[in-house]
């Protein structure tokens, strides 16, 4: 019963009833019932789609129903470059949403604009619509994008509404830059493979072979 | 049958030819910018070159030059498998009779990548059927890939949130910086990579060592 007070439940069922808030118990259905609607505009949308395959399998979260029209949706995933062009379409899109709504601005492009910084983007979607969760990444991993989700699930059941940015854990290619930085200023490389070891377990962690 | 193309170029036109190179099988003419339809229509015509197919048309802007901006027009001959770059220039400081013969008429194709042409460089093509913007929106004002357009203006079509509506701070959050993904910075930027920490970033191996 996630975040319900599981002690007030507890003690209510031996009674027959249970007693919780009006709003946790909302919350509590809210996150995991979340209708998506995918506004896709760019690469990121690749990631998108690896997110919902079986591999990351986003309906774990519950998350997992497109919606194909805003009135029936009540998380807007804005996904890609959203050019100037697009901005007044973006607007009316989270207009016909219904409240209560929230909104993932996907990837560096749609929480900054990333590196278009230029006549023909938008530097970041919240200069246009409310966003609850920023997932940086060019594109964002889908761990990220869970990642996010959970944060989004979180807020939901907390009521909390400030918009929150998802953290990236640690940097894949400054590992890789290090690893082949230590072994070419190594006499013999098999000497370090020990630490190699050490050092891959504890950034990405489970166990290295 | 490389300067093929070009002799028989010369040969034609004469003096209107203003120059020639040839590098690496790539060849080059610039021709003036009053016989661009007929030097056209000729390498269209000729059976012996036989360009039917327009491969791009753009503008280059340099603003040093007189006359500024260089349009160039790719050609490739599929049955001869050969291919040709023509240029001309138009337009003076302030783009004053940057005007084109349109050439819709000898290759269609031709039709929106004259239309891309006008909206990014402000060539004018005369006789075109359907002269608009084909990237930018009608309300754009200017033409974004002149260089005196300024680099970092914008034209939203939406007015921007501000601040106090969105209760929020709306410059870019970290790990979101200002020259998020541009390895080669903005005047004013730092270009030596000194933006701040990513939070949580994990230590280098060669530290802990
Ligand atoms: S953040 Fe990167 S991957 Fe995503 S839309 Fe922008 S450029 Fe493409």
Known sequence: MGDVNRSLVLEGSEQGYATTRLDALLGWARKYSLFSYPFITACCGMEFMALTSPRFDVSRFGAEVPRFSPRQSDLLWVVGTVSQRQGPVLKRIYEQMMAPKWVFAFGTCAASGGFYDNYTTVPGIDKIIPVDVYIPGCPPRPEAVLDGLMLLQDKIQRNERRPSVVKPRFDPAESVHDMVRLRRSAADPRALLPAMREHTKRNVGGSAS | ?209
């Open chain 2, 1 to 209: 049958m490389s300067q093929i193309v070009l002799d028989k170029l010369r040969e034609r036109f004469g003096t209107a030819i203003l120059e020639t190179h040839t590098n690496y099988g790539d060849d080059t003419a610039v021709v003036d910018r009053g016989v661009w339809k007929a030097v056209a229509t000729f390498l269209r015509e000729d059976p012996a070159l036989d360009f039917d197919m327009p491969v791009d048309l753009c503008g280059v802007d340099y603003p040093n030059r007189m006359p500024r901006m260089e349009v160039v027009l790719h050609l490739y001959s599929v049955s001869k498998g050969q291919r040709v770059r023509i240029k001309t220039r138009v337009g003076d400081d302030d783009m004053d009779g940057a005007e084109l013969d349109s050439l819709v008429g000898v290759w269609p194709g031709l039709n929106w990548l004259e239309r891309e042409v006008f909206d990014m460089s402000g060539v004018r093509f005369r006789g075109h059927p359907d002269l608009r913007r084909i990237l930018m929106y009608p309300e754009f004002e200017g033409h974004p890939l002149q260089r005196t357009y300024p680099a970092q203006k914008t034209q939203p079509l939406v007015e921007y949130r501000t601040e106090d509506e969105a209760g929020v701070p709306l410059n870019k959050l970290e790990p979101f910086g200002a020259d998020e993904g541009m390895p080669f910075g903005r005047k004013g930027l730092p270009r030596d990579g000194t933006s701040p920490a990513v939070p949580g970033r994990r230590r280098s191996l060669t530290e802990d060592n």
